[in-house]
């Protein structure tokens, strides 16, 4: 990891209130929306059904059947089935030649060592890990909860209180980092303290106890560092 900037002299802000982080995965602590996009708007064009990035950017942290039924409703001639799984391919394909951090998630996961953190995410087990592994990130979280793990995704708070309740946590002591709506709403409802990052498309930042610019702005405005 990349030694810590100037800014970050004394990492942990004395007196920290929050028991756990807890980390979206795409969009948040891996640039993968941009990914998505350009895979996506290639597969539908090749499909014979262009769309545009406001169409995509309404999947952004939403789980798949939700954004199979998005896609459904907005195409209805289209083979949505086949197209989104030629989209997964293309989008795999992108991923396995490597996954670029969003800025600042190396300096605040090297800031926040004395923490307890988790991933929580709208993609399913095989590919979060996946993703995880590939980004060279995985062991510096103790769990991941997956859409796999859940009955109701985001924006529904159960998979941010479920990863509450595996840590033996109670969840209003607990900081989330999100970028999405979708997600910073999980966040909220789940009674956490919200950090949200904006990526792709626009957001509202109505659920974001702080709205920044990047991760480091964030945590600073939470009163994670210092």
Same mark, same amino acid.
């Given at each position: 990891?990349? +030694?810590? &900037?100037?800014?970050?002299?004394?990492?942990?802000?004395?007196? $920290?209130?929050?028991?756990?982080?807890?980390?979206?995965?795409?969009?948040?602590?891996? *640039?993968?929306?941009?990914?998505?996009?350009?895979?996506?708007?290639?597969?539908?064009?090749?499909?014979?059904?262009?769309?545009?990035?406001?169409?995509?950017?309404?999947?952004?942290?939403?789980?798949?059947?939700? $954004?199979?039924?998005?896609?459904?409703?907005?195409?209805?001639?289209?083979?949505?089935? $086949?197209?989104?799984?030629?989209? +997964?391919?293309?989008?795999?394909?992108?991923?396995?030649? !490597?996954?670029?951090?969003?800025?600042?998630?190396?300096?605040?996961? *090297?800031?926040?060592?004395?923490?307890?953190?988790?991933?929580?995410?709208?993609?399913?087990? &095989? !590919?979060?890990?996946?993703?995880?592994?590939?980004?060279?990130?995985?062991?510096?979280?103790?769990?991941?909860?997956?859409?796999?793990?859940?009955?109701? &995704?985001?924006?529904?708070?159960?998979?941010?209180?479920?990863?509450?309740?595996?840590?033996?946590?109670? +969840?209003?002591?607990?900081?989330?980092?999100?970028? $999405?709506?979708?997600?910073?709403?999980?966040?909220?409802?789940?009674?956490?303290?919200?950090?949200?990052?904006? *990526?792709?498309?626009?957001?509202?930042?109505?659920?974001?106890?702080?709205?920044?610019?990047?991760?480091?702005? !964030? +945590?600073?405005?939470?009163?994670?560092?210092?």
């Amino acid at each position: 990891m990349p +030694a810590l &900037p100037q800014a970050l002299p004394h990492g942990l802000a004395r007196g $920290s209130r929050y028991d756990a982080l807890f980390f979206d995965l795409d969009g948040t602590l891996l *640039d993968t929306e941009a990914l998505a996009l350009e895979t996506g708007l290639a597969v539908f064009a090749a499909a014979g059904h262009p769309v545009g990035p406001a169409l995509l950017h309404r999947l952004v942290g939403r789980d798949e059947p939700t $954004s199979e039924a998005i896609l459904r409703a907005e195409l209805p001639h289209a083979d949505v089935g $086949s197209i989104r799984r030629d989209w +997964a391919a293309a989008f795999a394909a992108g991923v396995e030649t !490597g996954l670029v951090l969003k800025p600042g998630v190396a300096e605040l996961l *090297d800031a926040t060592d004395g923490h307890r953190r988790a991933v929580v995410t709208s993609t399913g087990r &095989p !590919g979060a890990h996946r993703k995880l592994a590939i980004a060279g990130i995985a062991a510096r979280f103790e769990l991941v909860i997956s859409l796999d793990d859940v009955t109701a &995704p985001k924006p529904a708070p159960d998979p941010y209180l479920l990863a509450a309740g595996r840590m033996g946590l109670d +969840a209003a002591r607990c900081l989330v980092f999100e970028d $999405s709506d979708t997600g910073a709403e999980a966040g909220h409802r789940a009674g956490c303290t919200v950090v949200q990052v904006p *990526d792709v498309g626009v957001t509202t930042g109505r659920f974001a106890h702080h709205l920044a610019d990047d991760l480091l702005s !964030g +945590a600073r405005l939470a009163g994670l560092i210092g």
